[in-house]
């Protein structure tokens, strides 16, 4: 590992010359400028670019895991023919902020009001679909680009993903001979609502289902998981598809292919945290032609570096402005295991998932949380812990009309709302006064402490809190300086005295609108 009190002062005084905020680009992630080749003269031999991206799909629930009920045949394809990565970590566990982070190559507290969901991304972010299409590349994206949000508040004329297109195919036709392409699968799926007991009645065996210890194990969780692999399954299925397609055409071994999901599956106490449960996603890369296949890939990796990746491999230089780091070397390397030592952490971060919070002014405040992942350990600041994680109980607070199963399994708004609601939320707040069940929910939804550190060595599911134990102090310290220096020297708001920003954002939800403006009737 690197000198951590090197890189600490590099980052200090990095920030220091900027004056400590608007940090951009490459000396504020510590690297140069990517530079890569020009494209081949002659026929044009550049990569196309296939991005797959599932809606809520978790690291545990792909290859490589010890959970054998979901079958996942083409993402195991994926990780025979190229490069799988165990620690890939999206920016943001929450759709918008998520893939705006994808789309720029930045963290999203670098992106204004694009950091939060229902949010806007502002047109002076450079987003490398854009990017490729000004190097000739044919762009597009079928399903979920970017949002959910208002794409033109913002000043862009369409979604930040590219032209919107029906299906690939359609994609393709539009396409000039010869052409590359960069295309952008967003799968609805496995994002809830679940056809209830599609699982079982699938011929899933809900007994075989690896529940984690976050989660109630009980017969309900166990089929509502069931139900989100059917869709994770539909997912991988499509994605295969695709590549069906490409293989008959005889441009499947010229194409990048990446497959990955832009946050965590949606239960209790993972998606919109920053537990791993919430940001650790799968992430596998095909490309023969500079990939070596059968690779296990141990390194951090942000789905951030994704977008210098692509530009680096279409020839282009990688702008100033991103914070993501290209996964050249690494993919083009024979290693599996840790292949950079550089990358041997990365952080995380949320501001706000559904407006909950709503506020007067049209903003909803947040609840700020940054994260500091290294292998040996897991450390979240939370900026506001008076504010409720989940959001606020809601109808959970009135004991004189508790919520029904069917309220709180269909309306994510009946309590708790950062939480999508479905039948394990559900079961489990009914069931909160149980022994067994009490501890779990205080886990997911109770009110958090200022600093959680987890020694995931001996803690994978960072149950454990270790903040306050004396013989973590010195750890605690120095994870916490090195995490507000980076954040600081990224120009992070929350680590500059600005944070409260983020609370003030507006709103944008249902019928798109610019500011001030009321939505129509």
């Known amino acids: 590992m690197a000198d951590s009190c090197t890189r600490r002062r590099f980052l200090i005084q990095a920030a220091a010359a900027a004056g400590g905020a608007g940090a951009s680009g490459a000396w504020a992630a510590g690297k140069p400028t990517e530079q890569a080749s020009a494209p081949s003269s002659g026929q044009d ?6 991005f797959c991206l599932a809606d809520d799909w978790s690291w545990p629930h792909a290859s490589l895991t010890a959970d054998k009920v979901v079958k996942v045949p083409t993402f195991d394809r994926m990780a025979r023919e190229g490069a799988v990565f165990r620690s890939a970590y999206v920016a943001a566990p929450s759709c918008t902020p998520s893939r705006a982070a994808i789309l720029t190559g930045q963290w999203h507290w670098r992106l204004e009001e694009g950091s939060y969901l229902y949010g806007t991304l502002p047109a ?10 000004r190097a000739g590349y044919h762009v597009g994206h079928t399903r979920k680009g970017w949002g959910p949000g208002n794409e033109t508040a913002g000043g862009r004329k369409r979604n930040p993903a590219g032209p919107k297109f029906k299906d690939f195919d359609a994609f393709l036709a539009q396409r000039k001979a010869g052409q590359p392409f960069c295309f952008w699968f967003g799968s609805l799926d496995p994002h809830r609502g679940y056809a209830w007991e599609s699982g079982v009645k699938g011929g899933m065996k809900a007994e075989d289902v690896n529940v984690p210890p976050y989660l109630s194990d009980c017969e309900t969780v166990r089929k509502d998981v069931c139900d989100y692999y059917v869709e ?6 499509e994605v295969g598809q695709l590549l069906a397609t490409l293989e008959k055409m005889g441009e499947l071994d010229n194409t990048i292919v990446v497959m990955s999901g832009d946050n965590g599956w949606p239960f209790p106490r993972a998606k919109a945290t920053l537990y791993d449960s919430g940001t650790n996603v799968p992430l596998a890369v095909r490309w023969p032609a500079r990939v070596k296949g059968g690779r296990v890939i141990d390194d951090f990796v942000s789905l951030t570096d994704l977008a210098p990746t692509f530009l680096q491999a279409a020839g282009l230089d990688v702008p100033q402005a991103m914070t993501g780091r290209s996964l050249m070397n690494v993919l083009t390397s024979d290693k599996s295991g840790r292949v950079d030592p550089a990358r041997d952490h990365l952080l995380t971060g949320i501001e706000r998932h559904v407006w909950a919070r709503r506020r007067p002014d049209g903003g909803a405040d947040c609840y700020p949380s940054r994260c500091l992942r290294t292998h040996e350990f897991h450390y979240i600041r939370n900026f506001k812990p008076d504010r409720w994680p989940a959001g606020p109980p809601d109808a959970m607070a009135d004991a004189a009309r508790p919520p029904t199963y069917q309220q709180l399994c269909g309306n994510t708004f009946t309590a708790y709302a950062d939480v999508d609601a479905g039948p394990s939320k559900a079961w489990m707040l009914l069931h909160r006064d149980e022994p067994a069940v009490a501890p779990l929910c205080r886990m997911a939804f109770d009110k958090r402490p200022e600093r ?9 599911h960072q149950l454990h809190n270790l903040a306050d134990d004396p013989a973590c102090a010195d750890t605690l310290k120095r994870l916490d300086e090195q995490l507000i220096a980076e954040l600081t020297a990224t120009g992070d708001p929350r680590a500059t005295g600005r944070g409260d920003v983020f609370d003030r954002y507006p709103v944008y939800h249902g019928q798109a609108r610019a500011p001030g403006k009321a939505k129509k009737k």
Do not use: C
């Not at 031999?45 to 296939?50: A, E, F, G, S, V």
């Not at 002076?124 to 299409?133: N, Q």
């Open 124 to 133: 002076k972010f450079d987003v490398y679909p854009d990017l490729l299409e």
């Open 45 to 50: 031999k550049r990569p196309n670019i296939l």
């Open 452 to 460: 959680e550190l987890y020694d995931v060595r001996k803690d994978p």
């Open 232 to 237: 994770v399954q539909r997912f991988d299925k």
